[in-house]
């Protein structure tokens, strides 16, 4: 009765964007309402559709239904189609993304309330940005996936760049979202050519999009593995520029130029979430070769600790969030591949080892996804919670707080909860999703390849990181002395902008809670001889993960980590008994340098776009000039310039015409001789 109505989820927010655009400034809040009203009724659509499926007798099977959009003609015709498609991924990725999203428009109400006719370009913005992930996460073919990751990447530039006109700090400001908006198109539209190009080998391949034929394990079987394995390498191209991986990543950091609502919209409920949703949708083809997903767990290893080690000494606070997003993001793809490398291993092997196999590797589809959900809670509460406290001081330089805590008590603990979690504080749900996310790595270390203990070890040096920089920030923040900021706060931010940080504080801690009644048997992935399904898998139920992780001396090693980790980070920056400064040389050692530098890769970023860009710009700007403009001007000209030679012939005097008439007689005359002459030659 619900599920039939899955089009609906993402058209609301549609029709609001719309409404918003078209009547929007008449309305209260320039639309601020019907954003909520839109994001509130995708939310409810959401719960009953995924709670008929889940009780349905189609589970796990997924429900799917498209409509014929257009065939392309030819020896076997091309069909592309439009429809929706429900399995467990998609009922965890919509109930999420539209929940947060909602609170998010909500607590907009507060943070954006001195924006004036600016709210409605704002709302209807945000509304469209919603959209583009909703219909990311029902559509039934890659194809509609690709136009909708392409709406959220237009909205993206939009948004990040909304300071860029009139920003309340002045001109320089302006232009620092408007480069930000800039980069961030650029940089994703990259992957995005790698994508497409992917998506053009799989129509190549299967004369299809849908998933129901892609995912098929006999119509899999008929295609060129050679093919397959370059797609996929191609589609983890789009993968790593919409999420921020190595070597792409540098663009998420910037884009803090838009409101701080926005960051949370990207970081939390949409947008870099949309590539981690493209691995897991996309596993049954990106399992088929274990060197794909070897790679895929490199990329997400190395950008786990490469973005963490950028945030232990940034200065502000909204950055060191976003490079805890691509940190944590590193994490996601890390459980990705790493469970499906285990996977691909099993598969080719056979028998009752590879079965031994593929069920381990399960595991990291169910980490995976669950730290991307469990993130997206406390990552939209800590931007939020950012958001307020830039709200009450003016500023983001967290040199300029401090002692925020008896001034803003509601944000700062909910923030600590934030914290808690990302930095795996035991039973807080960052805690649960995380230690899945080293299991499967080590899992896939000890029976794979060497690489994933390597990678293993970086991840747990990036989880002591994590737990460092994060409280250093809410040490810097909230403890110790007033800085200059402080002196000056409003207080504590509105109710409307209080209330979702409580709400979200909730699920930061007890979303983890759900892995212990049966969330892994809605996401795990089941391998059989005829099909590749989501979901299904029996739960293990409380006690295994209580077992599992309490029983695991490397749950304990994590555990002690992120206690040093906070420990001293306390001892920096709340007691002050260890001087920052004899590790940094005051902030002149190399490293400090380099971390602050960024590694050097906006500078790389910046070399590349001269020399090569600009380089390949003046090889277009000369064929468009020289060329294609040469080639229309020089015959336009030689067309001009016979018709000025022939329009002096025109006199008006008889004997010029008849002089005309008999030297174009003697001409042909002579022809004529000539040629007779040469064929009587012959």
């Known amino acids: 009765m619900f599920v039939e109505y899955t ?98 428009f909500i607590y907009s ?46 909205c993206s530039y939009l948004l990040i760049g909304f300071w860029s006109w009139r920003h309340p700090d002045g001109d320089a400001a302006s232009a620092n979202a408007a480069s930000a908006a800039k980069k961030a198109f650029l940089v994703t539209r990259m992957g995005d050519v790698c994508l497409m190009a992917g998506l053009f080998i799989l129509l190549g391949e299967f004369h299809s999009l849908d998933y129901t034929t892609l995912f098929d394990p006999a119509t899999i079987a008929l295609a060129d593995p050679e093919m397959i394995t370059l797609a996929m390498f191609l589609v983890f191209g789009g993968v790593i520029g919409k999420s921020a991986q190595f070597p792409l990543h540098d663009w998420l950091p910037d884009a803090m130029a838009g409101p701080t609502t926005v960051s949370s919209l ?38 786990a600790i490469f973005a963490a080690s950028m945030a232990l000494n940034n200065m502000n606070i909204k950055k060191v969030l976003a490079y805890s997003t691509v940190s944590q993001l590193g994490y996601m793809i890390l459980a990705l591949g790493a469970g499906g490398y285990l996977i691909a291993l099993g598969m080719d092997m056979g028998g009752a080892e590879g079965a031994t196999l593929i069920t381990a590797g399960t595991a990291g589809m169910v980490a995976g996804c669950f730290h991307m959900m469990n993130h997206a809670f406390f990552k939209a509460l800590l931007f939020m919670g950012s958001g307020s406290v830039i709200h009450a001081v003016g500023t983001e330089d967290m040199r300029q707080m401090g002692g925020l805590r008896k001034h803003m008590k509601i944000t700062s603990m909910t923030m600590l909860v934030g914290c808690l979690s990302i930095a795996g504080f035991p039973m807080f749900s960052g805690f649960w999703s995380k230690d899945l996310v080293l299991e499967i790595a080590m899992e896939a270390g000890h029976d794979g390849s060497i690489w994933f203990t390597v990678m293993w070890v970086l991840a747990v040096i990036t989880a002591f990181m994590t737990a460092f920089y994060m409280f250093r920030m809410w040490f810097m923040t909230f403890m110790g002395e007033e800085g200059e900021a402080t002196k000056h706060c409003h207080g504590e931010s509105p109710k409307t902008m209080t209330m979702p940080l409580v709400i979200l504080s909730v699920f930061a801690f007890g979303s983890g809670f759900l892995i212990l009644f049966g969330l892994d048997s809605l996401v795990s992935f089941t391998v059989t001889d005829t099909a590749f399904i989501v979901g299904g898998a029996g739960a293990h139920g409380a006690m295994y993960y209580f077992e599992h992780l309490f029983t695991n001396v490397y749950t304990y090693l994590t555990i002690v980590l992120a206690l040093v980790g906070i420990a001293i980070a306390y001892l920096m920056y709340a007691k002050k008994s260890i001087n920052p400064g004899k590790f940094n040389r005051n902030g002149t050692s190399m490293l400090y340098n380099a971390l602050t530098k960024r590694w050097w890769f906006p500078d790389l970023y910046n070399q590349i776009s001269w020399k090569l860009g600009a380089g390949v710009a003046k090889i277009v700007n000369f064929v468009d000039r020289q060329v294609v403009d040469g080639s229309v001007n020089g015959l336009s000209g030689a067309v001009v310039g016979g018709g000025d030679v022939l329009s002096k012939a025109q006199t008006g005097h008889v004997q010029d015409y008849s ?11 002579t022809l004529f001789v000539v040629i007779a002459m040469i064929m009587g030659g012959m």
């Open 7 to 104: 089009w609906l989820v993402p058209l609301m927010p549609m029709i609001c964007f719309l409404l918003i655009g078209f009547i929007g400034k008449k309305t209260p809040e320039k639309g601020g309402y019907i954003a909520i009203a839109g994001a509130l009724i995708s939310f409810i659509l959401a719960v009953l559709i995924s709670y008929e499926y889940i009780t349905g007798d189609a589970y796990p099977d997924p429900v799917t239904k498209s409509i014929e959009w257009f065939v392309i003609p030819g020896s076997t015709d091309f069909v592309l189609n439009l429809g929706y498609y429900v399995d467990g991924l998609t009922c965890m990725m919509m109930l999420f993304s539209s929940f947060i999203s909602t609170l998010i």
């Open 659 to 669: 002089s005309i008439v008999l030297l174009g007689v003697a001409v042909l005359s």
């Open 266 to 303: 990207i970081h939390a409920a949409t947008m870099v979430k949309a590539g981690v949703y493209l691995v897991a949708r996309g596993y049954p083809l990106f399992v088929q070769n274990p060197e794909v997903m070897l790679f895929v767990g490199i990329i997400g290893g190395v950008t």
């Open 109 to 154: 109400i507060g943070y954006m309330h001195d924006q004036g006719e600016r709210k409605n370009r704002y709302y209807a913005e945000v509304s469209l940005f919603l959209t583009g992930m909703l219909g990311l996460i029902v559509s039934s073919n890659f194809l509609e996936m690709f136009i909708f990751w392409e709406v959220m990447g237009l």
